[in-house]
């Protein structure tokens, strides 16, 4: 107990003096785990390891009101590729857009939840090899490993609803997530990946037959309420994927188009407003 204390001290020791020098140094942004609790810091968000499935994920969270409305973010795909057909060797994101949401996110119950291997030590996670960030990103055992992750998140809030906001690569975990849950009360994207399988297309990769689709289970979001947002500037994910996502998961889809924005904008800056907005079926 007095290690862990100690561990947790230093921690936070860490992350308010990179936060000081934040302003003055632009090397924080070098370490992307110092990044990451310095963005959570500017939230109140918490780090913590969650034990799913094969894998052990890192989040951050701030709950305060079971009850209400659960809020969970899922990150993007992160630094899967250094080239073309280069896979990296940590899918850790250097910007980290989905925990940028989920720091302006003033809500009671707030949580961030990472994909398989990112921030999390290489050691504690066995299963943790390229495939799980290249072809298998979205593959049936990554969905089960979120899904606990989920839900044991949920536990902490008895009574509360849960809004999924994926970005990018969240985007399609959200779906696949939406669309095996009865307690979900809406989702959110942001420069979703609302298609593998057309993405993939449009920028002539090869296929990923061994991970899920969102698209494919559209038709089982019909009764849940969504907003997708796209960047008008996007060139990585079109906002015709998010279009043709929302013509086959039916009325309760929307789309709304951001103009200026490209897949790795300053989302956060519009996201209170967009969190604001209603995302109400037609």
Not at 87 to 96: M, V
Not at 179 to 185: I, M, P, Q, T
Request: charged share 20%; proline share 7%; hydrophobic share 45%.
């Amino acid at each position: 107990m007095i290690s862990r204390l100690h561990s947790l001290i230093s921690r936070r020791l860490r992350v308010a003096a990179v936060a000081a020098l934040c302003g003055v140094l632009a090397a924080c942004a070098s370490d992307p785990g110092i990044h990451a609790d310095t963005l959570a810091a500017q939230g109140r968000l918490q780090h913590e390891q969650i034990k799913a499935g094969r894998f052990v994920l890192t989040a951050y969270t701030r709950i305060s009101k079971p009850g209400q409305l659960l809020t969970i973010y899922i990150e993007g795909d992160g630094l899967a590729w250094r080239g073309r057909g280069r896979p990296s060797d940590d899918p850790t994101p250097r910007k980290a857009v989905g925990l940028q949401l989920a720091a302006a996110d003033t809500g009671a119950n707030v949580a961030y939840v990472a994909r398989p291997c990112q921030y999390t030590p290489m050691s504690a996670n066995a299963a943790c090899t390229p495939e799980y960030w290249t072809g298998k990103r979205y593959a049936p055992e990554v969905v089960d490993a979120m899904n606990v992750a989920v839900s044991r998140l949920k536990a902490r809030a008895p009574g509360s609803r849960l809004r999924l906001v994926g970005y990018s690569g969240g985007g399609a975990i959200a779906v696949l997530l939406a669309a095996r849950r009865a307690d979900v009360a809406e989702v959110r994207t942001v420069a979703g990946n609302l298609g593998v399988e057309e993405v993939n297309r449009i920028h002539g990769v090869t296929p990923m037959p061994e991970s899920l689709d969102p698209y494919d289970v559209a038709s089982r979001l019909v009764r849940i309420p969504q907003l997708h947002l796209s960047g008008a500037d996007d060139s990585v994910v079109p906002t015709a994927v998010a279009r043709r996502f929302a013509a086959a998961a039916g009325p309760c889809a929307r789309v709304q188009v951001q103009p200026g924005l490209s897949h790795e904008g300053d989302w956060a800056a519009i996201w209170p407003a967009a969190l604001a907005q209603p995302a109400g079926c037609r």
